[in-house]
C-alpha cells in the first residue's frame, strides 16, 4: 500500500508565502516523476509544476518566478514553495507521484488535496 499525504495549505494574505510538502508513505521502490496541480471552484484541475527524478522542472506560465517545485528523494517527498501569492491562487492543490511500488507495480498516485485560500 502507498498513499501520498500532503500538508501545508491554509489561509495566506496577497504577496504571502506558503509551503506545501508532499509524502509518498509504504512501500515504495521508487518515484519518477512528482507534480503539483491545482483546481479552482468550478475550473478544470490544472499542472503547476513537475519535477522529474533527475530534478528538471516545468512551470505553468502563471506561476513562473513566483513557485518553486523540489524534492527530496531520500524523504519521498516533494515540495512547493509558493512567493507572491496571489487571489487568483486559490484552489485545492494536489500532489501526484508516478511510483514503483516494492511489488514492482506502476501507480499513479494523487494526494487527497490541500486548500489554499488567498485572501485579505
Known amino acids: 500500500q502507498v498513499q501520498l499525504v500532503e500538508s501545508g495549505g491554509g489561509l495566506v494574505q496577497p504577496g504571502g508565502s506558503l509551503r506545501l510538502s508532499c509524502a509518498a508513505s509504504g512501500s515504495v521502490l521508487s518515484i519518477s516523476a512528482m507534480g503539483w496541480y491545482r483546481q479552482a471552484p468550478g475550473k478544470e484541475r490544472e499542472l503547476v509544476a513537475h519535477?522529474?527524478?533527475?530534478?528538471?522542472?516545468n512551470y505553468a506560465d502563471s506561476v513562473k518566478g513566483r513557485f518553486t517545485i523540489s524534492r527530496d528523494n531520500a524523504k519521498n517527498t516533494v515540495y512547493l514553495q509558493m512567493n507572491s501569492l496571489k487571489p487568483e491562487d486559490t484552489a485545492v492543490y494536489y500532489c501526484h507521484a508516478q511510483v514503483v511500488s516494492t511489488l514492482y507495480k506502476y501507480l499513479e498516485l494523487w494526494g487527497q488535496g490541500t486548500l489554499v485560500t488567498v485572501s485579505s
Open positions: 519535477i522529474t527524478s533527475g530534478g528538471t522542472t
